[in-house]
């Protein structure tokens, strides 16, 4: 595809993203905000499920390493 054709594509996408309205679900938010809103309900995962502690042990060991 083109320069001209993908910016054409691209260009497109962010209007609809721009102007694009759905109709807001009142009541689903007012449950949101009464239940504090803190996280969705299909969200629940731990650090140990996606790894985010090891990461940030590794990381950890290699910026101690790199203040020696």
């Known amino acids: ?24 679900d009142y009541d689903a938010l007012r449950r949101e905000l009464a239940n504090g809103g803190s996280h969705s309900p299909g969200r629940e995962t731990s650090a140990d499920e996606d790894g985010r502690d090891d990461l940030d042990d590794e990381y950890a060991d290699w910026s101690a390493d790199g203040r020696r």
Do not use: I
């Not at 910016?7 to 807001?24: C, I, M, N």
């Open 1 to 24: 595809m083109g320069r001209g054709r993908q910016k054409a594509k691209q260009t497109k996408v962010a209007r609809e993203l721009k102007y694009f309205s759905p109709d807001t």
